[in-house]
């Protein structure tokens, strides 16, 4: 059974720092790509942030560019995204997602709340 796990949001203030990680199951985790999608209320979900599934390469969204940074191991299934200096726009569901790199299957994760407020 496929899974992907996601943990670590919750609430912060502004300028704090949270680490989301997202643990995968059921299939060959280092074939495939990971991302990191947000969605905030009444908006598209967006992408955030994706890494190779090599390690090779890394990409962001503008609007985190500087702040946010995605990781992998690939020994634990694990992606990780380690998010800095929130502001209260990063406020949202934040979604991981698993494509394979060869191909268009993809799975995702069921989201974790990231809510940044004074």
């Known amino acids: 059974q496929v899974r992907l796990v996601e943990s670590g949001g919750g609430l912060v203030q502004p300028g704090g720092s949270l680490r989301l990680s997202c643990v995968a199951s059921g299939f060959t985790f280092s074939r495939y790509d990971m991302r990191w999608y947000r969605q905030a209320p009444g908006k598209e979900r967006e992408l955030v942030a994706t890494?190779?599934?090599?390690?090779?390469?890394?990409n962001y969204a503008d609007s985190v560019s500087g702040r946010f940074t995605i990781s992998r191991d690939n020994a634990k299934n694990t992606a990780y995204l380690q998010m800095n200096s929130l502001k209260p726009e990063d406020t949202a569901v934040y979604y991981c997602n698993a494509k394979d790199h060869w191909s268009q299957y993809f799975y995702w994760g069921q989201g974790t709340q990231v809510t940044v407020s004074s």
């Open positions: 890494i190779s599934n090599d390690y090779g390469s890394t």
